[in-house]
């Protein structure tokens, strides 16, 4: 398994741009979510999905939009870029089962990032 | 409103020394609690998790150890190695019904050889 894969690793936009982030894991897992990485500040959930056709917002949905059409997808869209959002981009996953929680299933697999620069 | 709070953002330590990183937390329903590594250039890789039932758990040089009573949980890092020189988060889930999850800041530590 590649696990959770996400391209590009690195881009530069420029201001007003919009770009495209792609994730894609390949671990039959329900849930997704992307996270933003600033330095000092640690993961901040932008948006989540807990299967396709299913997405909500996390605590900095601002400036991005998001689409669940398969469970292997989870693109993440960026309007009109900004320079406050460069930072480093992380798509994760995470498996939960349909009989329940069980212990655990928070566990979240990350991908390797994106780095966005915003000039 | 953060609901776990990690300690110190960043830490220097010589090798064969041991390394220690505290999280605290807010909500007592909380019952998973993981220790995530990233090294630098990727992504968090989960390292090793504990129960609430559990005081503590060893993997290899890697301990956590658990005080429900004061509502922390600490990473213990024995015979620290150049190659644990990384940044590691603390985590608790935040809403068990969507999977989500609260991260702390990160700490940084850097074992020198």
């Known amino acids: 398994n590649a696990g959770v894969t996400q391209t590009p690793k690195f881009r530069i936009l420029k201001i007003g741009q919009s770009m495209t982030l792609q994730c894609t894991q390949d671990?039959?897992?329900?849930?997704m979510y992307w996270y933003r990485q600033d330095p000092g500040m640690g993961l901040k959930l932008i948006y989540y999905?807990?299967?396709?056709?299913?997405?909500d917002k996390g605590e900095v949905p601002n400036g991005y939009n998001v689409s669940r059409s398969t469970t292997e997808d989870f693109p993440l869209r960026l309007e009109l870029a900004a320079p406050s959002q460069t930072s480093v981009y992380f798509c994760?996953?995470?498996?939960?089962?349909?009989?329940?929680?069980?212990?655990?299933?928070?566990?979240?697999?990350f991908g390797p990032g994106t780095r966005l620069l915003v000039l | 409103q953060q609901q776990v709070k990690q300690s110190p953002q960043s830490l220097i330590v010589q090798k064969g020394g041991i390394s220690i990183i505290n999280c605290a937390y807010e909500?007592?329903?909380?019952?998973?609690f993981p220790w995530y590594q990233q090294f630098p250039g990727k992504g968090p890789a989960l390292l090793i998790a504990?129960?609430?039932?559990?005081s503590e758990k060893k993997e290899g040089r890697f301990t956590i150890s658990f005080n429900k009573s004061a509502k922390q949980f600490s990473l213990h890092i024995m015979d620290s190695q150049p190659g644990d020189s990384a940044t590691y988060f603390c985590?608790?889930?935040?809403?068990?019904?969507?999977?989500?999850?609260?991260f702390g800041d990160g700490t940084t530590l850097t074992v020198k050889p």
């Open positions: 985590a608790a889930p935040l809403n068990t019904n969507a999977g989500k999850s609260t």
């Open positions: 671990m039959n897992h329900n849930y």
């Open positions: 504990i129960r609430p039932d559990v």
């Open positions: 994760a996953s995470s498996y939960r089962g349909t009989s329940g929680r069980a212990w655990g299933q928070e566990t979240q697999y």
């Open positions: 909500n007592t329903a909380f019952d998973y």
């Open positions: 999905s807990v299967g396709a056709g299913i997405t």
